[in-house]
Nanobody, 122 residues
């Protein structure tokens, strides 16, 4: 089974930037779509971004378009999420996910990381 380990979370002021990393190990599902979700306190987990195996197709939630950029390095089995112009409403636990499938406007994942906290203060 594939293991996903996130890093790069932390606390930042509004307008700042953070870069999250997700390193995959074990039986890596290299052919699958990978991406990021987030969950704020008291809220449901929501889709943030996804990237194809080749990295040529990217998807973003409307709330992060133009501010977040997803990328990957297949040689390192790592997916990144560059987050710029952060807002307090971006505060959440961010989860790396693999084996993403899209059902209409709904995204579902087959495996998850443990999550990393991102806190944006105003």
């Amino acid at each position: 089974q594939e293991q996903l380990v996130e890093s790069g979370g932390g606390s930042v002021q509004a307008g700042g930037s953070l870069r999250l990393s997700c390193a995959a190990s074990g039986r890596t599902s290299g052919s699958y779509v990978k991406g990021w979700f987030r969950q704020a306190p008291g809220m449901e987990r929501e889709f943030v971004s996804a990237i194809s195996w080749k990295g040529d197709i990217k998807y973003y939630a409307d709330s992060v378009k133009g501010r977040f950029t997803i990328s990957k390095d297949n040689a390192k089995n790592t997916v990144y999420l560059q987050m710029n112009s952060l807002k307090p409403e971006d505060t959440a636990v961010y989860f790396c996910a693999a084996e993403l499938l899209r059902f209409g406007s709904d995204w579902r994942a087959g495996s998850w990381g443990q999550g990393t906290q991102v806190t944006v203060s105003s």
